[in-house]
Nanobody, 118 residues
Framework: QVQLVESGGGLVQAGGSLRLSCVVS????????MGWYRQAPGKQRELVAA???????NYADSVKGRFTISRDNAKNTVYLQMNSLKPEDTAVYYC????????????WGQGTQVTVSS
């Protein structure tokens, strides 16, 4: 069984910062790409940022220059540093990872709420 647990969400004023963390646990041989998605009320889930096993990254245009994704492979953890937050960043943020354990699994966390007040 594999589990992804996010933390670090909360309420912040516009212009502020938050750092999200996602720890992967369970039977893990290796982790492929990891990423953060978000879903705002009434909208589809969208990719925010992703990082490959070798460290390559890509970002949604809306967060480029403000958010930074990183990973610590020794800790099976992915981070999302969010700076200069805007009210439109308000959403539930979900962690995603491609995990090689007992077979391959595309796994999701339960989500963490990020609310940015104006």
């Amino acid at each position: 069984q594999v589990q992804l647990v996010e933390s670090g969400g909360g309420l912040v004023q516009a212009g502020g910062s938050l750092r999200l963390s996602c720890v992967v646990s369970g039977i893990i041989f290796s982790i492929d790409a990891m990423g953060w998605y978000r879903q705002a009320p009434g909208k589809q889930r969208e990719l925010v940022a992703a990082i490959g096993s070798g460290g390559s990254t890509n970002y949604a245009d809306s967060v480029k220059g403000r958010f930074t994704i990183s990973r610590d492979n020794a800790k099976n953890t992915v981070y999302l540093q969010m700076n200069s937050l805007k009210p439109e960043d308000t959403a539930v943020y979900y962690c995603n990872a491609g995990i090689y354990g007992v077979g391959y699994r595309d796994a999701w966390g339960q989500g963490t709420q990020v609310t940015v007040s104006s």
